[in-house]
């Protein structure tokens, strides 16, 4: 079988396979060529800034708390929970100090709005892999989703948040939370919805998919009617055979400030240094 790239695999007389998880999908949707240069050719130094490593850790912690509730079956007091996270911890640096700051923040800020809005965790960083499907608007072609999900969050009573018994899909975010256009725009809403949907076993219309700022001071939540969740569909679809078909031209986007791909100079845009005369004073 030939692989013809870091999502696709089959060989001309087979159905070509795309994988798509969350992250890869939003990339490629942003810029195809971005995506190309970092899961296809796989030819960009490997991302890592204090910020990235900050964001993995409080993930890993509030992974941490939420098993404990989980495991308890009640909330996990923070205080207490954070006392004997740091027992025995002797801060070694100003960075792990400001590092233990924004974990205890983060902790605590989500504690406060499981307990203000009765969420309960009923999964905790999910990996779930739908089985591989045709697609409908062109059977040579496969697509598998795949991923993880933080937290899937159910609602132990009505709120203005949620009603009863709702459940709710969430990403912990290590950076700002998007718009909410922004989100209902994005395929990744349509895969977590559509993998917290099979894991579930519950009709996707009846999720939402949220993310939350790093200490929950905010929180973006998005669900899909069944003619937005087609619409998502066909979206999944388009990077499906944009992928399969070896499409990666560049797109301006948000991505273009801080691009490696132009950075190494192979952007043929040049977009980020570009300055539109008519911009300017
Ligand atoms: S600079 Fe912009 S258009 Fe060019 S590869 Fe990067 S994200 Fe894509």
Redesign the pocket.
Known sequence: MKTYAATTEGTPSSPITVLLNASRADLYD??P??YYHRWVARDLPTPSSPALKRGTDTHRILALYNRAYMQDGAQPDPDTFLRDLWHGHVASSPEADALRDYIDASIRGYAHYCALWGLRPVAVEQTITLPARPLATNTAITLTLNGRIDAILHATHNSPLLPEGAYFACDFKASAVALTQEMRAAPSTTIYLLLAAYWMKRPATDLTVGQFSPRFEEDVRVGFDEVELEAGRAHLRTIAEGMAQSKWG????A??DH?D??RQGR?P?Q??REVDTNDQF
């Not at 560049?250 to 986007?253: I, S």
Request: hydrophobic share 40%; aromatic share 0%.
């Open positions: 942003q810029c060529l971005a560049p797109r301006v986007c991505l273009c691009c791909v132009q952007c845009l977009c980020a």
